[in-house]
């Protein structure tokens, strides 16, 4: 009886045994696999697993970007639905989201009245909320990093050369939109973007403002 149990347990042990060893091989094959599959790692065009870029891509709308943690919002100046990637007009409730990307870093407060085309966001910089490019790099393919380092080329009130961590993006285009200071204004396609600068926060309202079309062409 002792040997039979003996027996038992050295089987259930070496299938135990035998099971991890495939699966640490299939772990390990479907990672190399997949590694090999993504061909575009980057976090703003391409299809890198922890940017939510790939998944706000489908939809018409601007978003903010808090860029050391690579936080991605929807300004909701419209909605879809999750399925069906339709667009949404009825608003039963007005939504106001707040996300926070830890101590020191950027914090936004956002109002979105898709019914209207309407959406605030308020954003809050911390101590932390300087651009960490090198950080950056390591996220985005040259051809996004470009874009980045050519905003921040552009801006010529730049405070001991320290640019803010937070932009807009048009989830259509993958182009992003800077915050500093001498920005008041700009047009993102359909989009008008206006930016009232505080102390360590910004304001920003979002038009959705398409060319109108008369009925006499
Ligand atoms: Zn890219």
């Known amino acids: 009886m ?8 050295s089987l259930i042990i070496c299938c135990l045994l035998y099971g991890c060893q495939i699966e640490a091989n299939l772990l390990e094959s479907s990672y190399e696999e997949s590694d090999r599959n993504v061909a ?5 065009c391409g299809k890198r697993r922890d940017s939510l870029m790939g998944y706000y891509r489908r939809f018409d709308s601007i978003g903010v970007i808090c860029i050391n943690s690579w936080g991605i919002c929807d300004s909701q100046v419209r909605c879809y639905d999750e399925d069906t990637g339709k667009e949404k007009f009825e608003q ?3 939504s106001t989201l707040f996300h ?3 101590e020191g870093e950027c914090a936004f407060m956002i109002q979105g009245m898709y ?4 959406a605030e966001i308020d954003v809050n910089y911390g101590e932390r909320s300087i651009i ?8 985005l393919c040259s051809g996004c990093f470009a874009k980045f380092k050519n905003m921040e080329d552009r801006e010529t009130d730049l405070t001991k050369s320290q640019y803010k961590e937070v932009c807009l993006v048009d989830f259509k285009t993958a182009e992003v939109y800077s915050l500093e200071d001498r920005h008041t204004w700009y047009m993102i ?3 008008y973007v206006m930016v009232d600068h505080g102390e360590d926060s910004d304001h920003i309202t979002i038009f959705y403002a398409p060319v109108r079309k008369g009925s006499h062409g």
């Open 115 to 118: 019914e209207r085309g309407i």
């Open 100 to 102: 926070s990307y830890g």
């Open 40 to 44: 575009n790692d980057c976090a703003l």
């Open 2 to 9: 002792k040997k039979k149990i003996c027996f038992l347990v």
């Open 189 to 191: 396609r359909d989009y």
């Open 132 to 139: 960490d490019w090198e950080q950056l790099s390591e996220r």
């Open 92 to 94: 039963s409730h007005s």
